[in-house]
T-cell receptor, first 115, second 115 residues
Framework: AQSVAQPEDQVNVAEGNPLTVKCTYS??????LFWYVQYPNRGLQFLLK??????LVKGSYGFEAEFNKSQTSFHLKKPSALVSDSALYFC?????????????FGRGTQLTVWP | DADVTQTPRNRITKTGKRIMLECSQT?????MYWYRQDPGLGLRLIYY???????NKGEISDGYSVSRQAQAKFSLSLESAIPNQTALYFC??????????????FGPGTRLTVL
């Protein structure tokens, strides 16, 4: 079974501070991992993905994520948070051995960056 | 996300009514998906289609049906709406290109309220 856990419903950080949004996953095989962001009244926007290779993946808007196979984690990070980063963030996983192409999403983490 | 459009954007209806949500895409992708989003539950897959002749149930297909009228169009129907189908509905597309690593692209969503 494939699943994604985002252990924090909410993350609050001050502008300029580093931020981390946590994600752990469970798949039967090796994963493709994704992060999406949802701004109010908008659809989900793709941020970044891990396919293979370097465990540190860089994405849009200065975000990056670190893949850790031993801890089955894919935490989203940003060195210096902006108020405009405030949004709902979703982690998603797909088993690369599957031909179904389905993504499994976590429940989302609401990030609030205060001035 | 103008490449993936959804109509209507908002809909209020009554219990027992038939509702159709429509999705169109100009990305030329073969794969299309319908998700619903509920607070605290993340996104759950309702149906997905890998091409016009291939439609598959997702994890929460009961009470829903779909139609893939063309490569670019994928409609979701609620035959007899009930209040617990009140949710935000998203259409998404992806292009596998022979691999499963590609991200999905989301429409802006339809907010459905069933009274």
């Amino acid at each position: 079974a494939q699943s994604v856990a985002q252990p924090e419903d909410q993350v609050n950080v001050a502008e300029g501070n580093p931020l981390t949004v946590k994600c752990t996953y469970s798949v039967s095989g090796n994963p493709y991992l994704f992060w999406y962001v949802q701004y109010p009244n908008r659809g989900l926007q793709f941020l970044l993905k891990y396919i293979t290779g370097d465990n540190l993946v860089k994405g849009s808007y200065g975000f990056e994520a670190e893949f850790n196979k031993s801890q089955t984690s894919f935490h989203l990070k940003k060195p210096s948070a902006l108020v405009s980063d405030s949004a709902l963030y979703f982690c998603a996983v797909r088993d690369r051995g599957s031909t179904l192409g389905r993504l499994y999403f976590g429940r989302g983490t609401q990030l609030t960056v205060w001035p | 996300d103008a490449d993936v459009t959804q109509t209507p954007r908002n809909r209020i209806t009554k219990t027992g009514k038939r509702i159709m949500l429509e999705c169109s895409q100009t990305k030329g992708h073969d794969r299309m998906y319908w998700y619903r989003q509920d607070p605290g539950l993340g996104l759950r897959l309702i149906y997905y289609s890998f091409d016009v002749k291939d439609i598959n149930k997702g994890e929460i297909s009961d009470g829903y049906s779909v139609s893939r009228q063309a490569q670019a169009k994928f409609s979701l129907s609620l035959e007899s709406a009930i209040p617990n189908q009140t949710a935000l509905y998203f259409c998404a597309t992806s292009d596998p290109g022979g691999r499963e690593m590609n991200e999905q692209f989301f429409g802006p969503g339809t907010r459905l309220t069933v009274l």
